[in-house]
């Protein structure tokens, strides 16, 4: 399969999974969806794959379909959510932007960059994202165990799970001196400024930063 029609494909599976989200998966709506007909013979191809059931004026996505569709749209939206969020662009600028990084994201660094952002439920327009393994994995562990690096005590060590931050500024400096997923920290002090330690550094927060920081305390690790 050449590039163009690599991409032209996982444009349609975006599309269908669109027209399953928001419209009706219809050759109706498909048609409306692709007025030039650059899609037909792909949809074709995808019936002939088992990515797609033909069934008269319905377009059914098989599961293998759903999968593939739902994997696409999840890191086109983070795609987006990481452009606005960590490198500021305005929200109707990520389209071009966030096309290109889907096709260039590996399974793991999706998980990875889901995880930097916190777990975002939403793309800059609103739209839900798609939920991945980290997603369901944070569930369980903010039920039972995340809480801000505030509610630390002195002297205690935790494990940096995500960070709850949209602004971009703010998330830039975090990434900038290290405090991302993963990361351990221990509380030096809480008055007059929140230091922690990352490392052999010692670093000072601002309360509000320390607030968006969420960690698993180390008497809490399973």
């Avoid at 690599?6 to 409306?32: C, I, S, V």
């Avoid at 792909?42 to 059931?53: H, K, P, T």
């Avoid at 494990?159 to 971009?168: E, K, M, Q, S, W």
Wanted: net charge negative.
């Amino acid at each position: 399969m050449d590039l163009e029609s690599g991409r032209n494909k996982d444009e349609l599976l975006e599309m269908l999974w669109r027209l399953h989200e928001f419209y009706e998966l219809t050759m109706t709506a498909f048609r409306q969806h692709d007025p030039t007909g650059i899609y037909g013979g792909y949809l074709r191809d995808f019936a002939s794959d088992g990515i797609v059931r033909l069934e008269g004026e319905r377009i059914v996505l098989t599961p293998a379909g759903m999968e593939q569709a739902r994997g696409l749209v999840r890191r086109h939206r983070l795609a987006e959510r990481l452009i606005v969020d960590v490198l500021g662009m305005r929200p109707e600028e990520t389209e071009k932007p966030a096309c290109e990084f889907e096709h260039l994201l590996a399974p793991e660094l999706v998980e990875a960059i889901c995880t930097l952002l916190g777990h975002p439920r939403f793309c800059p327009h609103g739209v839900a994202i798609p939920e991945g393994p980290c997603c369901l994995e944070a569930k369980k562990q903010v039920e039972t165990t995340v809480i801000p690096l505030t509610q630390l005590a002195k002297g205690q060590e935790a494990r940096i799970v995500f960070l709850n931050t949209r602004d971009p500024a703010r998330l830039q400096k975090l990434l900038h001196i290290g405090l991302v997923p993963g990361t351990s920290v221990t509380i030096q002090q809480h008055y007059p400024a929140l230091v922690v330690e990352v490392g052999h550094s010692q670093i000072a927060l601002e309360k509000a930063i320390g607030e968006e920081i969420r960690v698993v305390p180390q008497h809490l690790r399973p």
